[in-house]
């Protein structure tokens, strides 16, 4: 079975669905041919990128990268190579002009293909840049989404937000997954925190993009509170900027949190794992999450978390290995206080959240599950 993944790229500063795209390609490539599909930006690829790239090659995948067409889109590229010979396609996005033009290639050529919107087709993210959103849609997004076999969501939300749109295609609820083998790279304990200079102060560790949409707004006020009872600890916010870090350093002066609060911008490679190592607890607030990747890899490496419910993950709350509240700065504050009151519950917490992962959302369940849902659009049974 050929499985054509595509992506708008496969640098990771683009988010979730790269990271998606990299963990599913490289498992299924010891179980059959796999291709990854991006854009090849204007711009050279980072060296974070470069490394997706030798990764995904040294895994026997077959990395194709298009060229940025610019704003007049891919009407005359020649895509139909890309997937004339693949079983499935699984579009990873909604709105990138790449994923419309090898949509059409693909009912063109017949093959079917399956739609990932990862969260972009939530109420609050259509109503962003409505107009542009509308016209897209009735330009080819509608029918992309319409011609897909099935549409891949991630959690019970996103299948919800789906059905309000009336889309002919059934969703199909599979959630994200991680690698274990890189959560399995261990550095030792101290590195991190010995360049930031936080020396065994309690450290709570937020790792994402920095999007007004990610709750930074209700964490550096939240932490603020946390400082009354804890006065040493620290908060690190890692991440590319998309659109936040001015206001989050803004909010961080103007609440003379400055001295406990360091933003070092995007970690990737070792640099991530080694801020995982040396966190005690992290924090994800965010207002929407389709299904995050971060807070799997941070559950792995047996940090308790908190989140917010619209990160829609109930069952590391229902399972004991997280912490669940609402888009509140009083709940977000009392929950992290929580942890770093009591760092045995903590730790075994933590315990509870790597076991979690390593029963149900390594990149081999995943891919499993799409398996079983690939196979009949390789028969034919489109049903």
């Not at 045995?344 to 790597?354: L, S, T």
Request: net charge neutral.
């Amino acid at each position: 079975m050929r499985i054509v993944h595509a992506v708008t790229s496969i640098d990771p500063s683009y988010g979730g669905p790269t990271a998606v795209v990299v963990g599913l390609a490289t498992q299924r490539a010891g179980w059959g041919p796999t291709r990854v599909v991006g854009c090849s930006g204007s711009s050279d690829m980072t060296e974070h990128g470069e490394a997706n790239l030798a990764h995904l090659r040294a895994a026997g995948v077959d990395v194709r990268l298009v060229r940025d067409p610019g704003i007049w889109g891919y009407a005359g590229a020649r895509l139909d190579p890309l997937v004339e010979d693949a079983d499935v396609l699984h579009l990873h996005g909604s709105w990138d002009p790449l994923l419309l033009a090898l949509a059409r290639s693909a009912r063109s050529l017949g093959v079917p293909y399956v739609v990932c919107p990862h969260g972009t087709l939530a109420p609050r993210f259509l109503a962003q840049r409505r107009l542009k959103k509308w016209l897209a849609m009735r330009l080819g997004v509608r029918r992309m989404l319409d011609g897909a076999a099935f549409l891949h969501v991630l959690n019970e939300r996103e299948r919800d937000d789906v059905a309000l749109l009336e889309l002919a295609p059934q969703p199909r609820i599979v959630a994200n997954g991680i690698d274990l083998r890189e959560c399995g790279y261990r550095p030792d304990r101290g590195a991190f925190r010995s360049r930031l200079g936080l020396r065994d102060a309690p450290m709570v560790l937020f790792l994402s993009r920095l999007h007004p949409g990610k709750g930074l707004d209700l964490l550096v006020p939240a932490f603020k509170a946390v400082l009354g009872r804890f006065p040493d600890a620290r908060l690190v916010i890692a991440g590319p900027d998309y659109g936040a870090k001015d206001h989050v350093m803004r909010l961080i002066g103007n609440l003379g949190v400055g001295g406990s609060v360091h933003l070092t911008g995007p970690l990737f490679g070792s640099d991530k794992w080694q801020a995982l190592a040396d966190a005690d607890a992290f924090v994800l607030p965010s207002r929407y999450e389709g299904f995050s990747v971060a807070v799997l890899e941070a559950m792995a490496c047996g940090l308790p978390t908190v989140m917010t419910t619209t990160c829609h993950f109930p069952e590391a709350a229902r399972a004991g290995a997280a912490l669940e509240t609402g888009c509140c700065t009083d709940e977000l504050a009392r929950a992290i206080s929580q942890l770093l009151s009591d760092p045995v519950a903590a730790r075994e917490m933590g315990k509870r959240a790597a076991q979690l992962v390593v029963d149900r959302y390594t990149w081999r369940a995943i891919a499993e599950q799409l398996e079983t849902l690939y196979a009949p659009l390789v028969r034919g049974d489109t049903t």
